[in-house]
C-alpha cells in the first residue's frame, strides 16, 4: 500500500506532464493578446537575497508543520502551490473550511477550476474585496508566478496565524513589463513582501505574538474577565464528558483536561495508555502536559516561550497562552 506521500509524488508525475503539454500548447500566443496587461518579473539578483531566502523557508516550515498530520510535503513553493492541493488543505486545517472540490485535479482545466473556488473563499477570509489592492490571482499562481504565490501565502499566515514570525523587511526589485500598442515598456520597481521591523512595527508584533503577556499589563478585572470566557469556551466543549473546569489556573497542572479537550477540538482520539488518567505525581503530570502541547505542535500551533514545567507549576501565563490558541483557532465552532 502506497503512503499518501508517494501517492501524491505520483499524481503529481502525471501532473507536470500535463502541464508541460499545456503550456507547450499556450506558448505560440499573440503579442496583442497581452495589451494592456502588466507582468511583474523578479530580478535574478533579488532572487539570491538572504532576506528572501529566509522568508522562503519560513514559509515552507510553516506549511509542512502546518500539513503534517496530512502527510503532505512541500519542498518548492513555486511547484507545489499551483494545482491547488495545498492551499486546499491548508484553508481546511487554519480555518475550517472544507469545499467541495477535487482532492487531486489532473488536468490544467481542471486545477484552475478548483483554485478559482478556493480564491473566492480565501477572498472572503483575507478581506481582499478591493481588487486593485489584490497582488495574486488564479492566473498568476497556476503559472507557478513566486511573487503572487510569496504574496498570498504572506496574507494567509497574517490572516490566520499572525503570532508566527515572519522575517521582516523583505524586498525584492521586479521589473514591470507592460505591452501596449506602441511597443513593451518596462520598470523596475522595489517590492514589499514582509514590512519593516520599526519601533512601532516591533510593538504591533510584541502584541500579537504574546496577546496574554500584554493582557496580563491589564487591571485584574479585565484579566478575569478573558479568564472567564476561556473558561466558558472549555466546559462548552468539555462538558459533553461530564467534566467542567472552575478553577482555570489549578485544574490544567495534571494535562488531564487539556488533553481531553485537544481531542474535542481537534477531533481525534487519544488512547488512554498514552497518558496518566488520575496522575498522582509531578513526573506523571509532566508526561501528559508534554504530550498535550506536543499534539498541538504537530497540528500546527505556534505556540510561543510555553514549556510543560510551566503549566504543571501552575504558571498562568503559560496556562492562558494554550488556553488561548485554541480559542483563536475553534472559537467560530
Same mark, same amino acid.
Given at each position: 500500500m502506497?503512503?499518501?506521500? =508517494?501517492k /501524491? ?7 507536470e506532464?500535463n502541464?508541460? %503539454?499545456?503550456q507547450?500548447?499556450?506558448?505560440p500566443?499573440?503579442l496583442?493578446? +497581452?495589451?494592456?496587461? &502588466?507582468r511583474? @518579473?523578479?530580478?535574478?539578483t533579488?532572487?539570491?537575497?538572504p532576506?528572501l531566502e529566509?522568508? &522562503?523557508e519560513?514559509?515552507?516550515d510553516?506549511i509542512?508543520?502546518?500539513l #503534517?498530520?496530512e502527510h /503532505?510535503?512541500?519542498?518548492s ?7 491547488g492541493l495545498?492551499l486546499?488543505?491548508l484553508?481546511?486545517?487554519l480555518a475550517d =473550511? ?9 488536468t490544467?482545466t481542471?486545477q484552475?477550476r478548483k483554485?478559482e473556488?478556493?480564491?473566492e ?10 481588487s486593485?489592492?489584490?497582488?495574486? %490571482?488564479?492566473k498568476? /499562481?497556476? %503559472? #507557478?508566478?513566486?511573487l503572487?504565490?510569496l504574496?498570498l501565502?504572506v496574507?494567509m499566515v497574517?490572516?490566520f496565524?499572525p503570532?508566527?514570525d515572519?522575517p521582516?523587511? *523583505?524586498?525584492i526589485?521586479?521589473? *514591470?513589463v507592460?505591452v ?10 522595489v ?5 519593516g521591523?520599526? !519601533?512601532?512595527?516591533? @510593538?504591533s508584533?510584541t502584541?500579537?505574538e504574546d496577546?496574554?503577556?500584554? @493582557?496580563?499589563k491589564l487591571?485584574a478585572h479585565k484579566v478575569?474577565? =478573558? #479568564?472567564k470566557?476561556l473558561?466558558h +469556551?472549555v466546559?462548552?466543549h468539555?462538558?459533553?464528558l461530564?467534566?467542567?473546569v472552575?478553577?482555570m489556573?489549578?485544574? +490544567?497542572?495534571?494535562?488531564?483536561i487539556l488533553l481531553?479537550?485537544?481531542g474535542?477540538?481537534?477531533g +481525534?482520539f487519544i488512547p488512554l495508555? !498514552?497518558f496518566n488518567l ?6 506523571e503530570?509532566?508526561? %501528559? =502536559?508534554?504530550l498535550?502541547?506536543d499534539?498541538? #505542535?504537530?497540528?500546527g ?8 514545567? !510551566? /503549566? *504543571? ?14 480559542f483563536? &483557532?475553534?472559537?467560530?465552532?
Amino acid at each position: 500500500m502506497w503512503s499518501a506521500e =508517494v501517492k /501524491i509524488s505520483l499524481c503529481r508525475g502525471m501532473m507536470e506532464e500535463n502541464i508541460f %503539454n499545456y503550456q507547450k500548447e499556450e506558448e505560440p500566443v499573440e503579442l496583442e493578446s +497581452f495589451q494592456g496587461e &502588466k507582468r511583474k @518579473l523578479i530580478q535574478p539578483t533579488s532572487l539570491k537575497d538572504p532576506k528572501l531566502e529566509k522568508l &522562503k523557508e519560513a514559509l515552507v516550515d510553516w506549511i509542512n508543520k502546518t500539513l #503534517k498530520p496530512e502527510h /503532505i510535503v512541500v519542498q518548492s513553493l513555486e511547484e507545489d502551490v499551483y494545482d491547488g492541493l495545498v492551499l486546499h488543505h491548508l484553508l481546511s486545517r487554519l480555518a475550517d =473550511v472544507h469545499l467541495n472540490v477535487e482532492e487531486i485535479a489532473l488536468t490544467s482545466t481542471a486545477q484552475i477550476r478548483k483554485l478559482e473556488i478556493i480564491m473566492e473563499e480565501l477572498g472572503k477570509r483575507l478581506g481582499t474585496q478591493d481588487s486593485s489592492q489584490i497582488k495574486w %490571482n488564479v492566473k498568476l /499562481i497556476h %503559472n #507557478k508566478d513566486l511573487l503572487a504565490t510569496l504574496h498570498l501565502l504572506v496574507a494567509m499566515v497574517r490572516c490566520f496565524q499572525p503570532e508566527l514570525d515572519l522575517p521582516s523587511d *523583505v524586498k525584492i526589485e521586479v521589473v *514591470v513589463v507592460e505591452v501596449s500598442k506602441s511597443g513593451i515598456k518596462s520598470d523596475v520597481q522595489v517590492e514589499i513582501l514582509t514590512e519593516g521591523s520599526s !519601533d512601532t512595527d516591533s @510593538l504591533s508584533n510584541t502584541e500579537r505574538e504574546d496577546p496574554i503577556e500584554q @493582557l496580563l499589563k491589564l487591571e485584574a478585572h479585565k484579566v478575569n474577565t =478573558v #479568564k472567564k470566557a476561556l473558561v466558558h +469556551f472549555v466546559n462548552q466543549h468539555i462538558s459533553s464528558l461530564g467534566l467542567q473546569v472552575i478553577d482555570m489556573d489549578k485544574q +490544567f497542572a495534571d494535562g488531564v483536561i487539556l488533553l481531553l479537550l485537544i481531542g474535542q477540538l481537534e477531533g +481525534f482520539f487519544i488512547p488512554l495508555f !498514552d497518558f496518566n488518567l488520575t496522575p498522582v505525581s509531578d513526573s506523571e503530570m509532566l508526561h %501528559n =502536559v508534554t504530550l498535550a502541547l506536543d499534539l498541538l #505542535k504537530d497540528t500546527g500551533f505556534q505556540l510561543s516561550n510555553v514549556d510543560p514545567q !510551566d /503549566i *504543571v507549576s501552575l504558571d498562568t501565563t503559560a496556562t492562558l497562552k494554550v488556553l488561548y490558541a485554541l480559542f483563536n &483557532k475553534h472559537k467560530g465552532k
